[in-house]
């Protein structure tokens, strides 16, 4: 099975920007389709972006269309959420999520589709 550790977050000022990396181990991420998510203090998790197999097909939430792009490289074996304009309602804990169900261009956006997760990365965005 595949093991994710996230990396890149961090401190920043609202208006910022930070990317976040996803490193794969134990299998080849171009077998998974990735997915981001977060949870806020006392939030429930929430979608963020996904990406598919390789790469073709992308979706996000609305929240932050615009403002994030996820990316992968699959030769480096690593996911990206590369975030911009960054909000305080932007602050929590993300994680990255993989799935070895979805096929083609097929994305998750739901985080019951995901059955590998990583630790998380906390990201603090102040005003």
């Known amino acids: 099975q595949v093991q994710l550790v996230e990396s890149g977050g961090g401190l920043v000022q609202a208006g910022g920007s930070l990317r976040l990396s996803c490193a794969a181990s134990?299998?080849?991420?171009?077998?998974?389709?990735m997915g981001w998510f977060r949870r806020a203090p006392g939030k429930e998790r929430e979608f963020v972006a996904a990406i598919s197999l390789r790469g073709g097909n992308t979706e996000y939430a609305d929240s932050v269309k615009g403002r994030c792009s996820i990316s992968r490289d699959n030769a480096k074996n690593t996911a990206y959420l590369q975030m911009g304009n960054l909000e305080p309602d932007d602050t929590a804990v993300y994680y990255c999520a993989a799935n070895d169900d979805l096929r083609g261009r097929d994305v998750g956006v739901s985080a019951r589709v995901y059955r590998y997760w990583g630790q998380g990365t906390q990201v603090t965005v102040s005003s």
């Open positions: 134990g299998r080849t991420l171009s077998s998974y389709a």
